[in-house]
C-alpha cells in the first residue's frame, strides 16, 4: 500500500506552486475575454482548392474597409482564417464577404473560359498518312468542380451590452455551482459525525475545485498572453463541467472514506490513506478513457471547440489529482489541527 495522505507536504507545495503561479498569470496578464463577453464580431472563412493567402496580404485586403482597421487575423488548420472585429451591421458583413470573394475567389466564367482557351484538337490521319483535316471536341471545363474559391464557414456577431450580460451571469453560474457544491457534500454526509464533521468535507472538496479552476485559469491566461487565446462561453462551459467532474471524483474517495470509518478504528489518517489506495487506480484508468476522449476531440474536433476541450483536458487532469492528493490530505490536515489546538 502506498503512503499517499503521508507525504501530503509535497502534494500541498506542489499545489500550491502551480496555484501561486496561476494567480500571478492572472493578475499580470488576466484572461483574454473573447467577443461573447466584450461584443463584436468573428468571421472563419476557409479557402478551397488554393493556396491560403498570407496573414500580412489578407490583413492588408480587410484594412482597406476603415472599419475594419484593428481586425485580428487567426489563421487556422490549413487553409482557413479567423477573423476578430468589432460589431458591423449586415450590411458590412456582406460587404467583407463580397471584398474577399472579388480578391481570391476564382470564378465559374474565368474557369471555363481558361478551359476554353486550351481546348484540344484531334488530327486524323488515313491509312496512307494524308491529313484530311483537324477536328475539334466540345470543350469540357475540366476543372470547374476543382474551382477555387472562399466560403464563409462561421459568422458570429454579439453587441457589448450582451457580452458584458453574460460576463455576469457566467460569474454568478460559477457562484451557485460551488454553493450547491457544499450544500450537497454536507448533506451527503451528515450522517458522518467521526471525527470529521459533514461540512468539512464539503469545504475541503470546494477547495480542491478551486485549485483545479484556478490551474486551468492560469493555463488559459497563459496562453491568452502569449498566443491570443481567448476565452468565450465554451470555456465558461467547461469550467463548470471541470467543477462537476472533479466534485464526483472527490466524492468517490470521500466516500470510501466514509464506508471504512465504520470497518476500521484505527487512526483518522490511516483510514483516508486506505480509501483513497483502494480509489485512486479506478480514478486514474476512469480519467485517462476521458482524456483519451479529449485529446481526439482537440486534435480532430475543429476549431469551434479546440480550446473548450483543453479547457476540459487540463480541468480533468489536475481534477483527478486534487481528488486523489489535496482533498483527502486536507480532511486529515484539519482534523490533525483540532487535535492540536484542543489539547
Not at 481558361?114 to 471536341?137: F, L, M
Not at 451571469?169 to 460559477?174: G, H, L, P, Q, T
Request: hydrophobic share 45%; aromatic share 12%.
Amino acid at each position: 500500500m502506498y503512503k499517499i495522505i503521508s507525504k501530503r507536504k509535497f502534494y500541498y507545495a506542489f499545489s500550491l506552486a502551480l496555484v501561486i503561479a496561476s494567480v500571478v498569470f492572472l493578475s499580470m496578464w488576466g484572461l483574454k475575454s473573447g467577443i461573447d463577453f466584450t461584443g463584436g464580431s468573428l468571421m472563419q472563412v476557409s479557402f478551397q482548392n488554393t493556396s491560403r493567402p498570407s496573414v500580412e496580404d489578407i490583413s492588408s485586403v480587410l484594412k482597406e474597409l476603415d472599419y475594419m482597421a484593428d481586425t485580428t487575423v487567426q489563421p487556422v488548420g490549413d487553409n482557413e482564417f479567423i477573423f476578430r472585429f468589432k460589431d458591423v451591421t449586415e450590411e458590412q458583413h456582406q460587404e467583407i464577404l463580397n471584398k474577399l470573394k472579388n480578391k481570391y475567389v476564382v470564378t465559374d466564367a474565368t474557369t471555363v473560359d481558361s478551359a476554353k482557351d486550351s481546348q484540344p484538337k484531334i488530327e486524323v490521319v488515313t491509312e496512307s498518312n494524308k491529313e484530311i483535316g483537324n477536328v475539334n471536341i466540345e470543350a469540357v471545363p475540366v476543372g470547374v468542380s476543382d474551382q477555387a474559391s472562399l466560403q464563409e464557414e462561421k459568422f458570429e456577431s454579439v453587441g457589448p451590452t450582451i457580452g458584458q450580460e453574460l460576463k455576469t451571469k457566467s460569474f454568478y453560474a460559477i457562484i451557485l455551482v460551488i454553493i450547491a457544491i457544499i450544500a450537497y457534500i454536507a448533506w451527503s454526509f451528515r450522517k458522518v459525525g467521526r471525527p470529521v464533521q459533514s461540512w468539512k468535507y464539503g469545504i475541503t472538496a470546494v477547495i480542491a475545485l478551486v485549485h483545479d479552476v484556478t490551474i486551468t485559469c492560469g493555463v488559459f491566461a497563459l496562453l491568452g498572453h502569449f498566443y491570443g487565446v481567448e476565452v468565450n462561453t465554451p470555456f465558461i462551459a467547461a469550467v463548470l463541467t471541470v467543477l462537476g467532474y472533479s466534485v464526483n471524483d472527490t466524492i468517490v474517495v470521500f466516500d470510501r472514506i466514509r464506508e471504512n470509518l465504520h470497518r476500521y478504528q484505527g487512526d483518522f489518517e490511516e483510514t483516508v490513506n486506505i480509501s483513497v489506495n483502494q480509489t485512486a487506480v479506478r480514478s486514474i484508468n476512469t480519467s485517462m478513457t476521458v482524456m483519451f476522449t479529449l485529446l481526439a476531440i482537440f486534435f480532430f474536433g475543429g476549431a469551434s471547440i479546440k480550446f473548450f476541450a483543453l479547457a476540459l483536458i487540463f480541468g480533468v487532469f489536475f481534477g483527478t489529482y486534487s481528488s486523489i492528493f489535496v482533498a483527502s490530505s486536507l480532511l486529515v490536515t484539519w482534523q490533525n489541527l483540532i487535535k492540536k489546538f484542543s489539547k
